[in-house]
């Protein structure tokens, strides 16, 4: 099956600004956002669209129905903001820090995690259509009970993810790296690894290898 890749965040042409203010219900559109800190808040129903947001700050954030597309993130500090039931379509970020970050249960379509680090961070339920992650650190996730067509992951580090309850047919990890991994042992059929890499998964189910 082809892998189809994630298309690109479609931009108008921007405002600059210094400066936003987020709250409920508030919609950003249209803007270009640079060097802010929006962290520390408790907000519901934000919109972020056709918007590119350059080292911003949102960390510790609990955004609650959060809808975001046609939005570039470029290095901007996202750590341990909780997005769980957010919608991302077309959606990149591009060197960013999402460490501890929480997609539960989000929905996300053509988006693309690339040179990010995103170590401890949940995709726990969410329903993932046309993805990519390329050389992105996603050690110690969760990528538990996904739902997913189209998913890529390149030159990814993935130690300690885990990926119980998620079918993983057509998955690719060959480029990948992982020292140990968690899978549902019923769900195995048809994931695509190297020889080695499949010595360490047979490990880990408890096989002994002569």
């Not at 060197?95 to 995690?113: I, P, V």
């Not at 057509?170 to 480029?175: K, N, R, V």
Request: aromatic share 10%.
């Amino acid at each position: 099956m082809k892998i189809k890749k994630p298309i690109t965040p479609v931009l108008p042409k921007l405002t600059k600004t210094d400066f936003i203010s987020i709250d409920d219900e508030v919609i950003i559109e249209g803007l270009s956002l640079k060097d802010q800190d929006l962290s520390y808040q408790d907000i519901r129903n934000l919109v972020f669209r056709e918007s590119r947001f350059e080292k911003v700050t949102m960390n510790r954030n609990h955004l609650e129905r959060f809808e975001c597309s046609n939005v570039i993130f470029d290095h901007c500090d996202l750590s341990n903001t909780e997005w769980i039931g957010a919608s991302f379509h077309q959606v990149h970020f591009r060197q960013c820090k999402l460490t501890g970050t929480n997609f539960a249960e989000s929905y996300l379509r053509d988006c693309l995690f690339e040179d990010c680090l995103a170590d401890y961070t949940s995709f726990s339920a969410t329903n993932q259509k046309v993805v990519e992650f390329k050389k992105t650190s996603l050690n110690n996730t969760e990528f538990v009970e996904v739902m997913y067509n189209n998913l890529l992951l390149d030159q990814c580090s993935v130690t300690g993810s885990n990926w119980f309850h998620t079918k993983l047919a057509a998955l690719d990890l060959t480029t990948c790296t992982f020292e140990r991994i968690a899978f549902s042992q019923e769900l195995l059929k048809g994931l695509k690894v190297t020889q080695e890499q499949a010595i360490t998964i047979a490990a880990g189910l408890g096989l002994i290898i002569e």
